[in-house]
């Protein structure tokens, strides 16, 4: 008798080639979820993430001029740590991260077909109500377990 048995996503390492990072607002209620959301969907743990008020955001600030006007925006930069590093904002930057967990997740990116402008006004009058809606916390939340190993300071 065979069993198969499948790793959970917190079992299974951090890939050494993962290369997505996504910043985003470490006091934000929503944004807390979205990134717990992320590290469950993404299965093959292609990201990375660290809090915009943190270390990383901020050693990025130089080299990356979209994360200086855009603070109050979630962000995601592919290929990081390369030269080819693409920065995305906003609605593009959420699908693109989805495209990039892949799955039936990559399904959801295709919301690309809507001109960014729209999309862009419905992610901007969500990230106007966010702390009134799902609240703020003092300070960046500090990540458990396992998952800690995929968070940069």
């Not at 809507?114 to 609240?135: A, E, M």
Request: charged letters at 25%; a positive charge.
């Amino acid at each position: 008798m065979v069993h198969l048995f499948r790793s959970s996503p917190e079992s299974r390492p951090v890939r050494r080639d993962a290369q997505g990072l996504v910043l985003y607002d470490g006091v934000c209620g929503l944004c807390d979820r979205t990134v717990q959301f992320f590290l469950n969907v993404d299965r093959h743990r292609v990201l990375m993430f660290a809090p915009l008020q943190g270390e990383t955001a901020t050693s990025l600030l130089g080299s990356h001029n979209a994360i200086k006007n855009n603070l109050e925006s979630i962000i995601f930069i592919r290929d990081y740590s390369t030269f080819n590093a693409a920065t995305f904002l906003r609605s593009e930057a959420i699908l693109q991260i989805l495209n990039e967990v892949g799955g039936f997740w990559r399904v959801l990116s295709w919301l690309r077909i809507i001109p960014r402008p729209l999309r862009d006004i419905v992610y901007d009058w969500i990230g106007r109500n966010r702390y009134r809606w799902f609240g703020k916390f003092p300070e960046c939340r500090i990540p458990s377990g396992e998952a800690r190993a995929r968070f940069l300071p």
